[in-house]
């Protein structure tokens, strides 16, 4: 079994900073994606970024150029570093992973940004 636990949120101002980070952890497979979703108040899940083990990495066009994720292989730990944070950013932050035809989620973590 494979489980994802996310750090790193919490609160930040506006134009401020904040790293995300998801740790992989039990029997864990060559992911082929790892990424982040997030989900705000009243709204529908959204994807934010992917990494690819292609060696690729897409972003929703909202955070283009201001979110920047990454992959440490040796720490089974994906980073979502998160600059120039808008109240809209506002959201629990969700890491998941996929290999093959399964899905892996972590529990979330909040980021707020105050404005």
């Known amino acids: 079994q494979v489980q994802l636990v996310e750090s790193g949120g919490g609160l930040a101002q506006a134009g401020g900073s904040l790293r995300l980070s998801c740790v992989a952890s039990?029997?864990?497979?060559?992911?082929?994606?790892m990424g982040w979703y997030r989900q705000a108040p009243g709204k529908q899940r959204e994807s934010v970024a992917v990494?690819?083990?292609?060696?690729?990495?897409n972003y929703a066009d909202f955070v283009q150029g201001r979110f920047t994720i990454s992959r440490d292989n040796a720490k089974n730990t994906v980073y979502l570093q998160m600059d120039s944070l808008k109240p809209e950013d506002t959201a629990v932050y969700y890491c998941y992973s996929t290999y093959q035809f399964s899905t892996y989620w972590g529990q979330g973590t909040q980021v707020t940004v105050s404005s």
């Open positions: 990494w690819s083990s292609g060696g690729g990495t």
């Open positions: 039990g029997n864990i497979p060559s992911f082929r994606l």
